[in-house]
């Protein structure tokens, strides 16, 4: 027996005669049934999805966030199977999950949009800046490349685009964390078993992506000097203060690696894995591409981001993104840098020979997965109702999204550099 109720939930007296909604609930016919019969027919998205390689420790904070009523970033969906909606002109409809969690997807990606912008007004601001240090308004003023080298950077050049790096990422974070209230425990999860053999992989994969961005580059740099854009090979400093290379040091390869990881394998990953692992990681990456702001760097941005982030979800720890994170930025500036005191007669010998190593270790370590039965890199996307086109609709319908996204755009062409 059931109880017709309309869309304000009461009994069936209360009903009025224009609702187009009806809904069938159980009777109290019911009410012997035990807290385990109910629960059996109870859907719960939050509780029920899985998170793999993670802590009951994620899990449960992640539940918990996602569950709250006031919540409107997280994707939530309760429900008694046995209810049955009838809508006028239709019969019966399925009230499924999918409404909830593409109206989630989409607060969601309007917050994102906001945080993002507040990421582009501190980028216009380090470009209206920096001419007042004696630098350019470049994102990146310490821009070197095989065909155009600047001048020596003064200290205060220097340290002043060190903090605009870690505003750039900071400002955005904190916002973040502020209004969506994530929990640290979320945005910073451990692995589940810490794996050394995983972790080694992931940074020897994170280097073999170094070591294909610069040969990559290298050879775009010589294909865009042929209509005068200046390529880079990679961002590195040009000072010889010791003040300034030990700020921009720490800055560049420490603090702002960690910030990377915190914030785009973190907040925006993690956030995002409600609505699917592939889903998340693709956008996270995509996020971190344009919010670069230079062109030359997108492909290995892209592929370094794709690597972090598949290392991050197989670890279940953001610890193994951040060390692979901050081993990849050292080793660019120390092979940038060392190459220089090397004959130019043998460079590419021993460059060849560095990427070799490097390769030779990579295939290695994951050997060593293989043969331990450490296979599974799948992305888990079971819990997810609505499908890519769905997500990638709704993504572009958020305004803010779609504002960041143009700004972002601007930002990457007028920071195009010719020679």
């Not at 309309?6 to 609930?25: C, E, P, Q, R, S």
């Not at 470009?127 to 155009?148: A, K, T």
């Not at 589940?192 to 992931?202: F, H, P, W």
């Amino acid at each position: 027996m059931y109880d017709i109720c309309g869309n304000n939930g009461k009994g069936g007296d209360d009903l009025n005669a224009d609702d187009n909604n009806i809904t069938i609930y159980p009777t109290q016919d019911f009410a012997d049934e035990t807290e385990e019969d109910i629960e059996a027919y109870m859907i719960d998205v939050a509780k029920s999805s899985s998170y793999q390689n993670q802590t009951e420790e994620y899990y449960r904070e992640f539940v918990k966030w996602r569950s709250k009523a006031d919540n409107p970033y997280g994707y939530k969906f309760v429900k008694d199977s046995r209810e049955h909606t009838y809508e006028d002109g239709k019969g019966f409809v399925d009230d499924g999950p999918s409404k909830a969690e593409k109206e989630a997807l989409l607060n969601c990606c309007r917050l994102m949009g906001i945080v993002l912008l507040s990421l582009t007004f501190v980028t216009v601001i380090q470009m209206m800046v920096m001419p007042l240090f004696g630098g350019n308004s470049y994102v990146s003023d310490l821009f070197m490349s095989g065909f155009s080298v600047g001048e020596d950077k003064q200290r205060e050049l220097v340290i002043a685009s060190s903090i605009f790096s870690v505003l750039r990422l900071l400002v955005p974070a904190v916002i973040f964390k502020c209004v969506s209230r994530i929990p640290m425990k979320v945005i910073l999860p451990k692995a589940e078993k810490r794996d050394l053999n995983l972790s080694v992989t992931g940074i020897t994969f994170m280097l073999m992506a170094v070591i294909i961005g610069n040969y990559t580059n290298r050879y775009l740099a010589k294909l865009f000097a042929i209509v005068n854009i200046d390529f880079s090979s990679f961002n590195m400093i040009n000072t010889r203060d010791p003040v300034a290379i030990i700020v921009y040091s720490v800055c560049e390869y420490v603090i702002v690696s960690i910030l990377i990881e915190i914030f785009y394998r973190g907040m925006i990953l993690q956030t995002f894995r409600q609505f699917g692992d592939l889903f998340a990681l693709i956008l996270s990456g995509v996020i971190n591409v344009l919010s670069f702001g230079d062109i030359t760097m997108t492909g290995y941005i892209f592929m370094s981001s794709l690597v972090v982030g598949l290392f991050t979800l197989r670890s279940g720890s953001i610890y193994t993104a951040i060390a692979m994170r901050i081993t990849a930025r050292a080793a660019i500036f120390f092979t940038s840098v060392g190459i220089t005191y090397v004959d130019p007669k043998i460079s590419s010998l021993v460059e060849t020979f560095i990427s070799l190593t490097v390769i030779s270790a990579a295939l290695i370590a994951y050997s060593r997965l293989l043969s331990n039965g450490q296979r599974n890199f799948n992305l888990a996307d079971t819990m997810t109702h609505i499908n890519g086109k769905t997500k990638l609709i709704t993504l572009l319908s958020s305004k803010a999204m779609t504002v960041w996204f143009v700004s972002a755009v601007i930002i990457i062409i007028l920071n195009i550099r010719f020679l």
